[in-house]
Structure formats: structure tokens, C-alpha cells
């Protein structure tokens, strides 16, 4: 078994146990209630309308391949150096086993924030999107790998619903072509061989070639950017942003690490 496949048997679980607690029909009447009432930001646009290359700076504790990345974790301080840096969106972990997120680090946050939140996790079921909503998520992770074409339309569908936009997760060029097909708007290249964890930025560079109405697209480039030298090869790529996470969280000097990154 693989790691996403651990993931999702594991995401499976923890969605049987939430649901115990606040049932999907409890969920919907929520949303629907509260629909309307807070302003959902636009991530598409954060990321496309950014003079420069755009920043979406993570929130992570750990990860499977890593382990632990920042043990002492504060995401509220974390929060507050981003938002006094020169970044233009945040991902914020809300898986809990293996990267040791929390849902509600997406609704501390979202009181402080005035740029969007993308939440970043597993998303198998609707009732995740649903509840992106309700914490104050403005964006959602879609990942392809485990998610087939019907469910990925379907789930693209409900966030736009809700106002939500979709970041579109590809690691090859078969999930490339599929991503093509669904019209995804934003699309992320991750760098990371998930069976080998290895990370090439070249794989940015490569898959970019097989997207299909590049202009209309926020193309994102995630994972193994480690300084400007990187960041720099990506702009000549002409991709709209970068997600990093481990760069910065292992830096005491959040705002120091994002203005290193920057070349300043």
C-alpha cells in the first residue's frame, strides 16, 4: 500500500467519526443557513493578478515524507508573519494523522486573514467541501491521483457552488490530460514522486507542456522550492505561483525566509 493509499484509508476513519459527530444533513443546513454571510476571496485571482510570481505560503506541522517540520508549532503566529510578508495566499493543513493539521487552524486563521485560505487535505467526500465552507476556507484541494474523473467534475461542482475555487492537484502527464478534460481553472504540478518522494523541479516543466488554454489558467507550481535560485527558474517558466510549506516552516524568521525566497 502506498502513501495515499494509507491516507485515504485513514481520511476514511476519521470522515465516519466526524460524521457521528456533526451528520452531513446537520452539515448542509449549516451551509445553508450561513450561505451568503462571510466573503469567500478569490484564490484564482490572488494567484493570477500578482505582479510577480505569486507566494501561497503553507501552514504544516509534518509530513509523511519528512516527519516532523515544525514540533512546536504555533499556526496563529505562523499566520501573522505570512500576512506580514510578501505573500498573496495561505495553505493551511487540516489532515490530522500525518501532517498533524487541525480543521479549526483554518477558522483561527480565517479571523486574521484578509488573503484567501486554501484548505489542504484529502478530499474524498462532499461533506469536506461543505465543510471548507463553514471554517472559512476560500479554496479547496482536489488531488487527481485519487480521485476519478466523475467525482473530480462532481466536486469542482459543488465548490463552485459555494463560491469556492478548486486547486486541481497533477503528478503526471496521464493526470494532466484528465485535469484537460474537466476544464480545471487552477491547476497544481506537484514535484514530489509520491512513490518515491523524490523531488524534481523539472517536473513543473514538463507537465506545463501538455496543458491545454495555458492564459486562462493559474498554474501552480508545488513542492521542492527551496530558495530564490528555484523560484527564479519557475518565473522563467511563466507558471503563476508556488506553494511552499517545509522552506519556510523550518525557519524561525517566517518573514525572513519569504523575503530570502524573494531575492530581497
Known amino acids: 500500500m502506498d502513501i495515499l493509499e494509507k491516507i485515504v484509508t485513514k481520511k476514511k476513519i476519521y470522515l465516519e467519526n466526524t460524521k457521528q459527530k456533526v451528520s452531513y444533513k446537520t452539515l448542509r443546513s449549516n451551509v445553508e443557513h450561513s450561505f451568503g454571510n462571510r466573503k469567500v476571496i478569490s484564490f484564482y485571482n490572488a494567484l493570477k493578478d500578482y505582479e510577480k510570481i505569486s507566494i501561497i505560503a503553507e501552514v504544516k506541522k509534518a509530513s509523511p515524507s519528512k516527519g516532523l517540520i515544525r514540533p512546536d508549532l504555533n499556526h496563529i503566529a505562523v499566520a501573522e508573519a505570512y500576512l506580514n510578508s510578501d505573500v498573496q495566499a495561505m495553505s493551511v493543513l487540516t489532515e490530522t494523522d500525518f501532517f498533524l493539521g487541525r480543521p479549526e487552524f483554518i477558522s483561527d486563521i480565517r479571523k486574521i486573514s484578509n488573503i484567501p485560505l486554501l484548505r489542504k487535505d484529502f478530499i474524498i467526500d462532499e461533506y469536506q467541501i461543505y465543510e471548507a465552507y463553514m ?17 473530480l467534475k462532481e466536486f469542482m461542482s459543488i465548490a463552485e457552488s459555494l463560491g469556492l475555487d478548486c486547486l486541481t492537484e497533477v503528478h503526471d502527464i496521464e493526470e494532466m490530460k484528465r485535469v484537460n478534460n474537466l476544464g480545471a481553472k487552477i491547476v497544481g504540478i506537484n514535484n514530489r514522486n509520491l512513490k518515491t518522494f523524490e523531488e524534481d523541479l523539472h517536473t513543473t516543466e514538463r507537465l506545463t507542456a501538455g496543458l491545454e488554454n495555458r492564459s486562462e489558467k493559474a498554474v501552480v507550481s508545488e513542492s521542492g522550492i527551496k530558495n530564490n535560485t528555484d523560484l527564479r527558474y519557475l518565473e522563467t517558466l511563466g507558471i503563476d505561483a508556488v506553494l511552499i510549506g517545509e522552506s519556510f516552516m523550518r525557519r524561525q524568521d517566517i518573514a525572513g525566509a519569504v523575503s530570502s525566497m524573494r531575492g530581497l
Open 135 to 151: 471554517l472559512g476556507a476560500d479554496a479547496v484541494l482536489l488531488i487527481a491521483a485519487i480521485l476519478d474523473d466523475t467525482t
